[in-house]
């Protein structure tokens, strides 16, 4: 058994917590936000912590510097580009939407989105949204 296994996570901030699990996570919870058992085990199943207090708070607080895994380029002056964007954020599909903006550090990098932090997607995807 691994010791990640056993020990619970802690998260502090947004560049804690896993993006593309949040937004899974409030899919599933949607329309039942009032049900503290299931949001409590939907807690522990997505994100490994019992921590409902700390949890909630981490996603509250903004870092103080936002921990990007990728290089973004949110530079919208090519059409194809803008037009890429503007479907995938219509079609409410953030996974090819993240792809669009990021690209890998290093040469050997692979790009995984499901990697990403809320931080770093919610400052990319902020900065989509004024210029739609």
């Known amino acids: 058994m691994k010791l990640s296994q056993v ?3 802690i998260y502090r901030t947004k560049n804690d917590i896993p993006f593309l699990k949040l937004k899974q996570f409030g899919e599933e919870i949607k329309g039942q936000e009032t049900d503290i058992e299931l949001i ?3 807690v522990k199943e997505h994100f490994n912590t019992s921590d409902l207090l700390g949890f909630h708070k981490a996603l509250e607080t903004n870092p103080k510097k ?3 895994t990728y290089k973004v380029d949110l530079d919208l002056k090519k059409a194809a580009k803008y037009i890429d964007a503007d479907t995938f954020q219509l079609e ?3 996974d090819a939407l993240l792809r669009l903006f990021v690209s890998p550090k290093y040469f050997s990098q692979k790009i ?3 990697k990403m932090k809320y931080a770093e997607c919610e400052y990319i995807i902020n900065s989509f949204l ?3």
């Open 7 to 9: 020990t619970e996570r």
């Open 40 to 42: 409590e085990k939907k």
């Open 66 to 68: 936002i921990k990007f």
């Open 92 to 94: 409410n599909d953030l």
């Open 112 to 114: 995984d989105v499901h």
């Open 130 to 132: 004024p210029a739609y």
